[in-house]
């Protein structure tokens, strides 16, 4: 195992875990500015771990994921996902029920894209500040290693984004299609239960990969083009 690669898993971990917290956290934020208090109440407008951590989700299955391939000499490779602790919301405390808890719903994913923008935003003033991207297996500099994780940081965030809007409970794309469902499927969709998690272990990868791949060529193609400017 490269010593390289357990310090690319350790800053993968903990962007996970931080990015997480603050998806949960403007659930959290957009919910209480929209008129429910309740996870407000439960101390969910943190961007504290401890308030949003799911153990399977946020722990256990991203440990899997990153430090699996490791340990058994598998190289590194794939996209990160997981969930955290899902964000209570009462949605009669809201004025208008359907528009509110899809702007609660969504401003999880978005802050996702946010934090993906930040990473963007990182790597471009790297480059233009010594010309080139940074190299993951050369984790040697400040420098190199800030630019390793906005590289991370786009990685991480863009597949949350794509996972958390998956049509499967309790994902939040899940939560906007509900709205829209007739009241019998309805009933069935919200009883998925454990086959929704299966679906999501094993069809989660493949699809966020599938949307993965174009929208990580297009921003490598813009820092490139930054690059040669």
Known sequence: MQPNNFIIAIF???????????????????????GDQTARLQGRVTLNPMYHVDPIGTLLFPALMIFGPLFSGGAMGGFLFGWAKPTPVITRNFRKIVRDDTLTTLAGPVSNLLIAFAGFLGLAGIILAQGHLPAQENVLTNVEALGVLCQLAIQ????LFFFNLLPLPPLDGSRILRHYLPYNALNSYDRMGMISYILMIFLGGPVVRFFMRPTLGLI????NRIQGA
């Open 220 to 223: 490598y193609f813009a820092l």
């Open 156 to 159: 991480v965030n863009l597949a």
């Open 12 to 34: 993968e971990f903990v962007l996970l875990i931080f990015s997480l917290s603050v998806h949960e956290c403007a659930h959290a934020w957009m919910a209480s500015r929209l």
